[in-house]
């Protein structure tokens, strides 16, 4: 369930900038921005925002109301919470694995059609040059032609005088 800043800073009893702050922490797949434009935080984010507020007002009040005989409970809820960070934090690792795969993957298949496209420019390009080779050869040729024909009509004449 998505949830505004406002929403989770009046649900946790602290100030809406405490929530940014916190924020900031977070990766940027655990918020969006509902539909009048709202930063919005999911249920996932929320979760490690309460765990981080929790954490800091129990460190900056410093108060220690539970009893040496509910430390274990305590401690087992703090591994347990720990627990499900990492289980959490694997989770992101590998949603942003699988997203630089899939980009990676995206990157080398335009790279791949930009070089098949370059070898065909380049392709196209030798066969212009040789088409212009050819036509400026057979222009050539019959530039020669010409000449010697009009070369070959006075040389006869001349021939026959001599």
Known sequence: MQKTIKQLADELHVSKQTIRYHLKSLPVNFTGKDNKNRITVNAIGARLIKE???????????????????????????????????????????????????????LHDTLDQTQKLLNQSQ????????????????????????????????????????
């Open 123 to 162: 392709q196209l390009q030798l066969m212009a040059e040789k088409k212009i080779n050819k036509l400026k050869e057979i222009s050539s040729n019959k530039t020669n032609k010409r000449a010697s024909r009009k070369k070959g009509w006075w040389h006869l004449i001349i021939n026959r005088n001599d």
């Open 52 to 106: 981080k507020v929790v954490n800091k007002s129990g460190n900056v009040t410093g108060k220690k109301v539970q009893q040496k005989s509910s430390l274990p409970v305590n401690d087992n809820e703090q591994l347990k919470l720990l627990l499900q960070r990492i289980d959490t934090l694997e989770q992101t690792y590998h949603e942003q694995l699988l997203s630089k795969d899939q980009e990676i993957a995206r």
